[in-house]
Each structure stands twice: as C-alpha cells, then as structure tokens.
C-alpha cells in the first residue's frame, strides 16, 4: 500500500516505487520545461507541458491499465486531461534517468510509450550526458544525442534543445 506523500507508477501489474529527484534531475527538468513551455507560448500552440507529479493512465491489454508519471510530458489532445490527469497518450514524453528509473526508463518505457502512441520519447541520461530519442513515425533505432549538442523536437517543425 501507498503512504500519503509517497510516489509509485503500475506497469504491467508491478508497482514501482518513485525516488526523490536529485538536484541536477530538478535542474533539468526545470530547464526544459522553460524552454518547452516557452516555444509554445510564443506559438500561442494548443499543447501543454504538464510536470511530475502528474499522472499518465494508458491501456494494458494484460493488466487493464499502467500508471506514470512522467517527468515533462507535452499534451496537445485537452480531451485527453482532467482532474486526475492524462487518459491515453501524451504527444511527447521525456523521461530523466536516475540510477533506480534507468532500467525502467530505457526498456519497459520505450515500449510502453510506442507500443500506445506517444508521438516522440525523450530520455535524458545525465549520467551518461546522452538524450536518446524514440519518435513513433520514424520506427526502430533511437537517435542519441550528446549534452551540447541540439535535438530537434519531432512534434515541432522549428524547436531544437540544447541540453548542456
């Protein structure tokens, strides 16, 4: 059972317990989603960046559903949203490792968020300073990026991300 307080995602019937970030996590997390946020209130686009603790609630065939909470997740469908969170796919996900997510983050993430539609799946490693990028149009291999090195937002024609 989850304590009040305390953060847990459910993929394919197994709970997993969510650590606190560290402080170059948050830093992160905070810097994209400025950068993010940014682009697409200079757009005036329709899409949201929603944060962690934010929920994610996607079919399970085996299980009936998994439950996440993304770092940054961006979410251009507001039918999608409601109280509770985001029901069905979000256009864009970015995952930061930790060392207790890596494993998650890498295999079972990449598959769940392709295998129900997420759009493009960002996972930023600052362990090994990569951005491995996952987009759904382009199946099979990711592309990765080095920190310093820009990464073109694939569900945006003129975003690109320096991540230092």
């Known amino acids: 059972m989850i304590k009040e307080g305390e953060q847990a995602e459910l993929i394919d019937g197994q709970m997993y317990m969510l650590a606190t970030p560290s ?15 940014s682009y697409i209130e200079s757009k005036k686009g329709k899409c949201e960046v929603f944060y962690a603790p934010f929920g994610v609630f996607l079919k399970n065939e085996k299980w009936g ?7 940054l997740m961006v979410i251009c469908d507001p039918n999608k949203v409601d109280e509770k969170g985001c029901h069905g796919a ?3 996900v970015i995952e930061i490792v930790s060392l207790s997510s890596r ?3 890498y295999l079972q993430k990449a ?16 362990v090994r300073e990569v951005t491995v990028v996952y987009k759904r149009e382009e199946e099979g291999f990711p592309v990765i990026y ?19």
């Open 103 to 105: 494993m998650r983050d």
């Open 23 to 37: 402080t170059r996590h948050q830093r992160l997390s905070h810097f994209l989603l400025r950068k993010i946020d």
């Open 111 to 126: 598959n769940l968020y392709m295998n129900n539609g997420v759009r493009e799946y960002w996972i930023v490693d600052p």
């Open 65 to 71: 559903e998994d439950f996440v909470e993304p770092d």
């Open 90 to 92: 979000p256009d864009w």
């Open 146 to 164: 080095k920190f310093g090195e820009p990464v073109k937002a694939g569900i945006y024609e003129d975003l690109e991300i320096t991540i230092e």
